[in-house]
């Protein structure tokens, strides 16, 4: 089985100051295809998932381009450029190439 | 715009059997992929299963293989999950998504397993 490791687990962010959340999976995540699926979601508090990206880079509609992500085989980076009071939630990265897996997800908080 | 509307969630004895149901509108639900994942209390995300746009192939976690089946209706629009030998562990709000990759998310359902 895939592990995905998410670090750090917990991350107090200063408003407009920059925050990066590793993912990393314990097997490569290109697939046959050639896509690498590994994808980002946000939950604020309270709320359902959402998904921020998919195959690694792409954002999803109406995603604030302050978010963006990176990676490739099995390191992957989630970039917030300027946090925002409504960035506060937990990050999860899933793969979606072997099978489903999540991380353990990433707190963010305003310092 | 895209909706998901999970049911069927509720209080179950240990042993006991669920049917969640994930209704779906706002876009062509036969053309899609669907999942299931869920998340116990103050606890991450957890992925249960998925099931093709035809319903001809389906995918499960090793945690709710043979006890858990997914399922679709594609003139009704409508996903379920049929819980079986239901276990302390499986209490969580049960998501339904939107295609392998989860592209949209409903609400939950929650469901409590306890004596």
């Known amino acids: 089985d895939v592990v995905m490791t998410q670090s750090p687990l917990s991350l107090p962010v200063t408003l407009g100051q920059p925050a990066s959340i590793s993912c990393k999976s314990s097997?490569?995540?290109?697939?046959?295809?050639?896509?690498?699926?590994l994808n980002w979601f946000q939950q604020r508090p309270g709320q359902s998932p959402r998904r921020l990206i998919y195959?690694?880079?792409n954002r999803d509609s109406g995603v604030p381009d302050r978010f963006s992500g990176s990676g490739s085989g099995t390191d992957f980076t989630l970039k917030i450029s300027r946090v925002e009071a409504e960035d506060v939630g937990v990050y999860y990265c899933?793969?979606?190439?072997?099978?489903?897996?999540f991380g353990q997800g990433t707190k963010l908080e305003i310092k | 715009e895209v909706q998901l509307l999970e049911s069927g969630g509720g209080l179950v004895q240990p042993g006991g059997s669920l049917r969640l149901s994930c209704a779906g509108s706002g876009f062509t639900f036969s053309n899609y992929a669907m999942s299931w994942v869920r998340q116990a209390p103050g606890k991450g995300l957890e992925w249960v299963s998925a099931i093709s746009f035809r319903g001809d192939s389906t995918y499960y976690a090793d945690s709710v293989k043979g006890r858990f089946t997914i399922s679709r209706d594609n003139s009704r629009s409508t996903l379920s999950l049929q819980m079986n030998s239901l276990r302390a562990e499986d209490t969580a709000v049960y998501y339904c998504?939107?295609?392998?990759?989860?592209?949209?998310w409903g609400q939950g359902t929650l469901v409590t397993v306890s004596s």
């Open positions: 998504a939107v295609n392998w990759n989860c592209d949209y």
């Open positions: 097997q490569s995540l290109v697939y046959s295809d050639g896509n690498t699926y």
């Open positions: 899933m793969q979606g190439t072997h099978l489903y897996t």
């Open positions: 195959k690694v880079s």
